[in-house]
């Protein structure tokens, strides 16, 4: 049970270039969830899925697309990266139960993202 | 989501009990109080949720007032070990359509 897993675990890019984060969770959860942590800050939300087929934005979409690619799977997507999305992305998953919504999310090791 | 307060940092020695509190005035009926800690270049980790009063596990208690409007993170004999950051989160009473925030946390560190 591997839980939450991200790749890749580091990434360099240029600015303008695009590329996809991946997440996968094996612990049939409904809800995935992409953040971004900047240095010395919380946790921002970028975009959630509270369930297979849905995506929702967060606090920081801007920049960003998600896709729920299945269950198990949601990836987000740098269209035309630039150096203010330099930051650590982290993807967590939860399943809510029912009569109590605030439920616990799991988080995968985190991909660091340069962009020069 | 209701916003929360807590201290930007706090030092301990190794062998102490350490307790963090964290205000949310603005706390909605049916919003829970949840504490994560997050290790350096780790995703955060669950530690505890509750709703009132006292919640107790192997790893920390949570003391929460009758107006909820604060609770109290406590971590018993700490060690170097639980040096990290800790956030308070409130909320989920309208999961779906609301922001979920960690804000800052405390950075708690542990002196040997």
């Known amino acids: 049970n591997a839980g939450v897993t991200q790749t890749p675990k580091f990434q360099v890019l240029k600015t303008g270039q695009s590329m996809t984060l991946q997440c996968a969770q094996d612990m049939n959860h409904n809800s995935m969830y ?19 087929g849905t995506t929702d934005k967060g606090e920081v979409p801007n920049g ?11 990836s987000l997507r ?6 203010s999305q330099t930051s650590v992305y982290f993807c967590a998953s939860s399943d809510p139960l029912s009569g109590r ?16 | 989501l209701a916003k929360t307060t807590q201290p930007i940092s706090m030092d301990s020695y190794e062998g102490q009990e350490v307790n963090i509190t964290c205000s949310h005035n603005n706390i909605a009926t049916n919003d829970y109080i949840t ?16 709703y009132k009063t006292k919640v107790t596990n192997e790893v920390a208690s949570l003391f929460i007032p ?3 409007k604060s ?22 009473s309208n999961f779906g359509n609301e922001k979920l925030t960690f804000g800052t946390g405390t950075r708690l560190t542990i002196i040997p």
């Open chain 2, 35 to 50: 504490w994560y800690q997050q290790f350096p270049s780790q995703g955060p980790r669950f530690i505890i949720q509750g």
């Open chain 1, 64 to 74: 960003y697309n998600v896709s729920r690619l299945n269950k198990r799977e949601f």
């Open chain 2, 71 to 92: 609770s109290t993170l406590s971590l018993p004999r700490v060690s170097l070990s639980d040096t990290a950051v800790y956030y308070c989160l409130v909320g989920g």
């Open chain 1, 34 to 52: 992409w953040y971004r942590q900047d240095p010395g800050m919380g946790l921002r939300l970028i975009y959630y899925s509270a369930s297979e």
């Open chain 2, 66 to 68: 009758a107006d909820r």
């Open chain 1, 78 to 83: 740098l269209e035309s990266a630039a150096p």
């Open chain 1, 101 to 116: 919504p605030t439920d616990t999310q799991y988080f995968g090791p985190g991909t660091r993202l340069t962009v020069l």
